[in-house]
């Protein structure tokens, strides 16, 4: 039996949320810092808004295994909800930020409260038979080059309307010229809003215990009386239940943690920093891009990494197998961070304008385009852990802790 599309449908569409709210911030997060810290020199932009940035990480490391731990005990379902709920006021608290102190908080909350990703990984797991891997989890990766497209643009399109609109009606609301980026916040605090009634009346359970007592609460046919009487302890019976620390004694379990940590590691040092990279100015390492060419880079990252998910990922993971494929794009990740530098010093003496102008990219698109290709490669490296994750598993009823374990970073 195949994967349910529909399911599967619900389930894509919520997770596309929290991913949204990360990119997001990715056009403003340092003019907000430039904002709500007085005085802020330029040099010092950078460690504020990493901070930011880097604080929902942190704080989703507190609680990461809980929650999907929490998922394999109650079920998969009230725990998405939960996390939908958190993020979605959690990101209204953020478009409220006056003060440094208050966007951190808002982050954090957000990350303690968010722990959708681990549980929808394990829902995935759930629902995907084997012979499905490959066109799912490439489809379970496009969440994120969507909001890689889709989250940059609208940061930078409802980010301060006072300033960028200020003849029409949007940009005359006072309440939004008080808090200049509550309207991208709230766009996406909408979303999650909206996602969670979509989880709550079309997403089934996918954890078997709780799914199969579910299936026994229904209505009953007029074939039912027909069926033999199953006993009640047998739906009740808890499915067997791995610790922490059962978990990481599976030797192919660490081994494929260590595999997770490194890469994210890596991948999330070079999300941060490509954004800090291309904001700052030339003196300061950078290559001083408007926040709009910004936006543009990583939307066109976005739109290349969904043609190459649907289009060459499962090909090449049925054609090669997930080991020799992981092994070619990890490779990638030492080209993505040795292009920079050489943009940089190649921006450093732009007299003439050739490379960058005022904020725009010039010649260095003959670098910029290498690079992402690189990076859609290099993060091509998820879907194919997520597939030895889940296969590495010791039973169904571990995956929501073993995927919560594999988000701790």
């Not at 529909?6 to 929290?18: G, Y």
Request: proline content about 7%; overall charge positive.
């Amino acid at each position: 039996m195949g994967v349910k599309v529909r399911q599967l449908s619900v389930l894509l569409a919520a997770r596309i949320v929290e991913p949204l709210s990360y990119t997001i911030l990715f056009p403003f997060v340092n003019r907000m810092v430039e904002d709500i810290v007085p005085n802020v020199p330029k040099s010092s932009v950078g460690k504020y808004s990493g901070i930011i940035e880097s604080i929902f990480a942190f704080s989703s490391v507190l609680f990461m295994y809980q929650w999907g731990r929490l998922s394999d005990r109650i079920g998969r379902k009230p725990v998405i909800l939960a996390g939908l709920c958190g993020l979605g006021f959690s990101l209204c608290m953020l478009g409220l930020s006056k003060s440094f102190w208050w966007a951190l908080g808002a982050r954090a909350l957000c990350g303690a409260l968010c722990g959708n990703a681990s549980v929808m990984r394990a829902v995935l797991g759930d629902m995907t038979p084997k012979k499905d891997e490959g066109w799912v989890y490439s489809l379970w990766t496009i969440g994120w080059d969507l909001s890689c497209v889709i989250g940059p643009a609208l940061g930078a399109l409802l980010q301060n309307p006072a300033s960028q609109y200020p003849s029409s009606w949007i940009g005359q609301i006072k309440f939004l010229e008080k808090y200049p980026y509550f309207l991208p916040c709230a766009f996406i605090s909408a979303l999650s809003f909206l996602s969670f009634f979509l989880v709550l009346f079309c997403l089934e359970e996918t954890h078997q215990v709780h799914k199969d007592l579910a299936d026994k609460d229904s209505t009953p046919d007029e074939t039912s009386h027909l069926l033999p009487e199953v006993p009640p302890d047998s739906l009740n019976a808890p499915a067997p239940v791995h610790s922490f620390l059962q978990l990481l004694a599976l030797p192919k379990v660490r081994q494929v943690l260590v595999s997770v940590f490194l890469i994210t590691l890596t991948a999330m040092s070079f999300d941060a920093g490509f954004v800090l990279f291309t904001y700052s100015p030339i003196h300061l390492g950078g290559i001083a891009l408007s926040p709009s060419s910004i936006a543009l880079c990583l939307s066109i990252k976005g739109f290349i990494s969904i043609a190459f998910s649907l289009l060459l990922f499962p090909l090449a993971q049925r054609r090669f197998g997930m080991r020799p494929l992981y092994r070619l794009f990890a490779a990638c990740w030492v080209g993505i961070f040795a292009i920079p530098p050489l943009m940089n010093v190649l921006a450093a003496g732009n007299e003439s304008g050739a490379w960058v102008e005022n904020g725009t990219l010039k010649g260095l698109w003959f670098l910029m385009g290498p690079l992402v290709i690189l990076y859609v490669f290099g993060d091509l490296c998820f879907p194919l852990n997520m597939m030895a994750l889940n296969a590495a598993a010791p039973s169904p009823s571990s995956l929501g802790a073993l995927n919560g374990i594999s988000l701790i970073r």
